[in-house]
């Protein structure tokens, strides 16, 4: 086995240092609970009216005691009880249909909110440039979409509930038990307020280690991510035992902090309800002397022991709900912290609309200077100015980290320069929606996308209005028309997750059928071919050259074969232009291109 150190968990970023108080972080939450005001009303009335019922119990158990045995008459007797145990019956009765009308109501709103909370998340997620996912994780958010959501789920269709409701029973309780009894109640009450500060200190504390939890949670959750979609790399390196122990490690740090977490909340609950109960049981001493006294009637003492075994309740299951709501904030917290990530590239306040193109979309690329944010001090790009006309063929070629790709970043829009101007069809690009800028481009890239779905929806993703015609049209110009139709149930054969069931070359054609599909004013290929043999390049090749026709291409790559038929090659190195011409005049120079060239026709004497 590898001897090489495990990696540690990454380092939570900055923000999560940050921990604001509990309601701060609830509050959150209201955007998503205003639209459902009037179902938030009614719940509250039917847990109202369930907290009533309870409350009236102890009243009517009073009269039970203190005059269901007053008659002397036997019969009179059984009647008076027969009286009293039916409105012990009603008060029930109301308590079971009130209970099951808040339950009802307040899981639809937990799981409706939740819904909310968790699309409006995802989409914001799907808006961010790739600067955001330069610095998070895929794994981390996924965690905050389902842990975290969860946690909300639970507080807003349960806790919150469960909260409000032993609320209105634990005031009302205290209310009747300071009115029948209010000399004790204000001894009770002064060592009460006694046990609320020590609460609020270990409520702190729960809640800090609430979020430090999740935090560990959400690293191995992003460890797994990123190593099932890696698998035959780990496979065929034998690292399987190695990335078991790195999810294991991440497991055993979120668990740690999950003990600590429950350590200090097992001591606040437990400190919450004992003092409160011995308070209360003073209370309840007090009151039996008095009983014994004369000073109250058995019914009074009784009512009294009713309610303060509704409080002593209230109270505990306040200060279960206590830490599930400070659980809650810290997942609200990890989830407006996305919701709050803004994207630089956004819509201009004014967009300009793009003239029509026929022919193909005429670009212009005056001065660009770019940098990306996670590479500041690296410049991808160095004063890059291109004009392509429209049906014009232009290549990229270039080493490594030349700037190519850098191109087809800022064409979509996916970062903008730092200086510089970028026009498609005389229009800056920052100047245009976002939504009509991408429509107008159609990109194949080098490591082609496909989703968990048909073959014939994976196409159609191009252009999803198209009829099924039109998406069996692209794939035959894109040469992939006869391994679909071969594969089990032809275009709805289902090609697994990331395109499993199929080779990468078929992926590719796939993808540039998608692209055709689309039919773009604008092309982009990055590396098209990459991924296809002799035979299927030959194909394929001859389907994009069907494709360039009547508009603007733009190809990367470093196989000659794809680049040779060009209008016009553009040599980058360095984020800078260095040469611009067609294969023959750039060879004559002996410059870049031709070393590049070069060292190719070395590697592959088939195509020299």
Do not use: C
């Not at 005001?37 to 158990?61: D, M, N, W």
């Not at 190695?242 to 490690?249: I, L, V």
Request: aromatic share 6%.
């Amino acid at each position: 086995m590898s001897s090489l150190p495990l990696p540690a968990a990454p380092a939570a970023p900055a923000a999560r240092a940050a921990v604001p108080p509990p309601v701060r972080s609830l509050s959150g939450l209201l955007p998503f609970v205003r639209p459902y005001r009037g179902r938030i009303a009614l719940a509250v009335l039917f847990l109202v009216l369930a907290a009533a019922s309870t409350l009236v119990f102890p009243i009517a158990l009073k009269g039970l005691i203190d005059q269901g045995f007053v008659a002397a008459d036997p019969g009179q007797r059984v009647m008076a009880l027969r009286s009293h145990f039916l409105a012990l019956f009603a008060v029930g009765a109301a308590l079971g249909l009130f209970s099951a009308a808040r339950f009802f109501m307040v899981s639809w709103l937990g799981e409706r909110i939740t819904a909310d909370l968790r699309n409006a998340v995802y989409a914001h997620v799907l808006r961010q440039s790739p600067e955001f996912f330069e610095s998070t994780r895929s794994g981390e958010v996924l965690s905050r979409l389902t842990t975290d959501t969860t946690l909300v789920q639970t507080v807003v269709g349960s806790s919150l509930s469960m909260g409000l409701r032993n609320s209105v029973m634990g005031l009302g309780a205290l209310g009747a038990l300071i009115v029948t009894n209010p000399w004790v109640m204000t001894q009770v009450l002064g060592i009460l307020v006694l046990v609320v500060l020590p609460s609020m200190f270990f409520g702190r504390r729960v809640r800090k280690l609430s979020r430090a939890s999740q935090d560990r949670v959400a690293d191995s959750s992003a460890i797994a991510a990123e190593v099932l979609n890696a698998i035959p790399v780990v496979q065929s390196y034998v690292q399987e035992a190695r990335e078991a122990a790195r999810f294991d490690q991440a497991t055993e740090r979120a668990f740690e902090t999950a003990v600590k977490r429950t350590k200090v909340r097992s001591f606040l609950v437990a400190f919450i309800i004992s003092a409160t109960f011995g308070a209360l049981l003073w209370g309840l001493y007090q009151g039996t002397e008095a009983v014994v006294a004369g000073r109250i009637s058995a019914g009074h003492l009784g009512q009294t022991v009713v309610f303060v075994i509704i409080l002593v309740g209230a109270v505990a299951v306040l200060s279960e709900v206590y830490g599930d709501l400070l659980r809650a904030a810290g997942a609200t917290e990890r989830l407006m912290e996305l919701l709050a990530a803004h994207s630089p590239v956004a819509d201009p306040a004014a967009p300009r609309p793009l003239p029509a193109a026929a022919g193909g979309s005429a670009l212009a690329i005056e001065g660009l200077n770019f940098h990306y944010p996670s590479r500041p001090n690296h410049a991808a790009l160095i004063d890059f100015s291109l004009t392509v006309a429209p049906g014009e063929t232009v290549a990229l070629v270039g080493p490594s980290g030349a700037g190519k790709s850098t191109v087809f970043q800022l064409l979509l829009r996916f970062y903008d320069a730092d200086s510089g101007r970028l026009r498609l069809d005389g229009v800056a690009v920052d100047e245009v929606a976002l939504a009509d800028l991408r429509r107008r481009i159609g990109i194949v890239p080098q490591d082609s996308t496909i989703f968990s779905a048909s073959a014939i929806d994976n196409i159609r993703y191009g252009r999803p209005e198209a009829s099924d015609e039109e998406v069996r049209a692209a794939a035959r110009a894109a040469f992939a028309d006869d391994f679909i139709r071969a594969l089990p149930e032809g275009y709805d054969t289902f090609l697994g997750e990331r395109g499993v069931r199929v080779s990468g070359g078929q992926r590719q054609r796939i993808s540039i059928a998608r692209a055709m599909l689309k039919n773009p004013p604008l092309l982009l290929l990055d590396e098209a071919t990459s991924a296809l043999d002799a035979e299927s390049e030959r194909m394929v090749q001859a389907a994009l050259e069907a494709a360039m026709k009547d508009r603007t291409t733009l190809v990367i790559a470093h196989r000659l074969a794809t680049v040779l038929r060009a209008d016009r090659i553009v040599v980058m190195d360095h984020g800078r232009i260095v040469e611009t011409g067609r294969h023959a005049e750039l060879v004559a120079r002996q410059g870049l291109y031709a070393r590049l060239a070069a060292m190719q026709f070395d590697l592959d004497p088939v195509e020299k």
